[in-house]
């Protein structure tokens, strides 16, 4: 009778056990040594499939460097090293190395610490370049002639395609994006100088005149009541209270646990943030990890949820640090959802269309509920809120973003305010 082979007789993942330095990564062979001076390991791709002859041709390669690591060679000939050891993907200017290659190769390169936020940004700008031809291109094909040019395409036109008709800023963000994968091009020997460094900034879009009624749109009293009345399901309908009282992000409220609140003085630290892919981070920057103190709107969404999701069993949360490390530690969420169970995605609702049909249904013009955001910090400058204080509360260093992103005036929330003006002013309107 014939046995069934087991992974541990598969001849290929012995081989790479025995092979230490030797790794399987994006489908072929990759060396891992540390240069001299450096506390991390450097990692590069050999470009062979994995069969049982490459890894050989792996093991010699990698005691070859070893040895000429040993020997002084990568110390007073860097480039003669590269080249020798790895003459299709060398750190000499001018390497063959293609911009898409270059883009992974600095995601693999920092791969324990990048937040899942900058990985997304890193996928757009690859297909940003992909859209317009660039991604296939040698490296040193992205001169500043080219680059400005692409951005040119990017801004210029109504929007028909994705990488189109873009405003100003997302163009911007794209750019530095592509600017720091560059930069460590630079820093790897593969460019001479960065060349997005030398494109001249972009004009301002005079769509950026219309931002606040494009783009920022708090809800009013009347719009947020008749949506959380609208609202069925009661755990969103609690959430949406929370966000437009707290200025929280999503991923914070849905990260938020009892261990957090302090109920007694009325306030809650922001530890950690639930991101896209279902980890708990703590916040990107130190003004992120802070103390809210709660309005009565927000204490009391506490109240409520304090009798329903308090008293549950606590469960067993990862979180996630840099270079891999982790904690485990005991939690328990204030918002559940099915089952009592953590919200594993950050989104107010992942219902298909189902934040635009509450909206419909209130008769509430669309925004997003990222709008919620926008709104506690509007009510907040409305009522005539210190911006240090408000900043701080957000989870900002300072108080740039208060004035240009969040703050709106709400004039339907305060439509007297030209009056109180002439009384502070020892003015006062004829009967």
């Known amino acids: 009778m014939s046995q069934t082979r087991t992974k541990e007789d598969d001849p290929l993942k012995v081989a790479l056990k025995a092979a230490k330095g030797v790794s399987i990564h994006n489908g072929s062979l990759r060396l891992q040594f540390k240069l001299p001076g450096q506390l991390r390991h450097t990692r590069k791709s050999l470009g062979y499939p994995p069969n049982l002859d490459n890894i050989g041709l792996a093991i010699d390669r990698l005691r070859n460097i070893k040895e000429d690591i040993a020997n002084g060679l990568f110390k007073y000939d860097e480039e003669k090293f590269w080249s020798t050891h790895f003459p299709t993907n060398a750190r000499n200017p001018g390497s063959p190395i293609t911009v898409e290659a270059c883009l992974k190769s600095y995601i693999e390169e920092n791969d324990s610490v990048l937040s899942d936020s900058i990985r997304e940004k890193l996928n757009t700008a690859l297909n940003w370049l992909s859209h317009y031809r660039l991604a296939s291109k040698p490296l040193g094909h992205l001169t500043k002639t080219v680059l400005k040019d692409l951005r040119k395409k990017s801004v210029q036109g109504n929007s028909k395609t994705k990488f189109a008709g873009c405003t100003v800023t997302t163009v911007n963000e794209y750019s530095s994006t592509l600017r720091r994968v560059l930069d460590y091009a630079v820093e790897e020997g ?103 103190e709660l309005l009565p709107a927000a204490l009391a969404v506490l109240e409520e949820m304090k009798d329903e999701t308090a008293a549950l069993p606590p469960v067993t949360d990862k979180i996630h640090y840099k270079y891999g490390k982790f904690d485990i530690v005991e939690r328990r969420r204030v918002f559940l959802g099915r089952a009592n169970q953590p919200y594993k995605r950050p989104e107010l609702t992942t219902a298909p269309k189902q934040w635009e049909k509450w909206l419909r249904e209130a008769d509430v013009p669309y925004r997003a509920a990222y709008q919620l955001r926008h709104t506690y910090a509007s009510r907040m400058l409305t009522a005539g809120c210190n911006e240090a204080w408000l900043a701080s509360q957000m989870g900002h260093a300072n108080t740039n973003m208060i004035a240009t992103i969040y703050g709106k005036w709400i004039p339907e929330d305060n439509p007297d305010y030209i009056a109180q003006l002439a009384r502070k002013l020892g003015q006062d309107y004829c009967q």
């Open 190 to 292: 593969h460019l001479k100088e960065n060349p997005m460094r030398l494109v001249p900034q972009l004009k301002k879009d005079d769509l950026n005149l219309e931002y606040y009624d494009r783009y920022v749109k708090p809800f009013t009293v009347d719009e947020l009541d008749c949506l959380l009345a609208t609202i069925h399901v009661p755990s969103v309908r609690q959430m949406v209270k929370f966000l437009a009282w707290t200025g929280l992000r999503h991923g914070e409220l849905k990260a938020l646990a009892w261990e957090d609140v302090d109920l007694e003085n009325k306030r809650i630290t922001v530890k950690y943030n639930l991101t896209r892919k279902g980890k708990l981070k703590p916040p990107k920057t130190k003004s992120g990890y802070r103390v809210v």
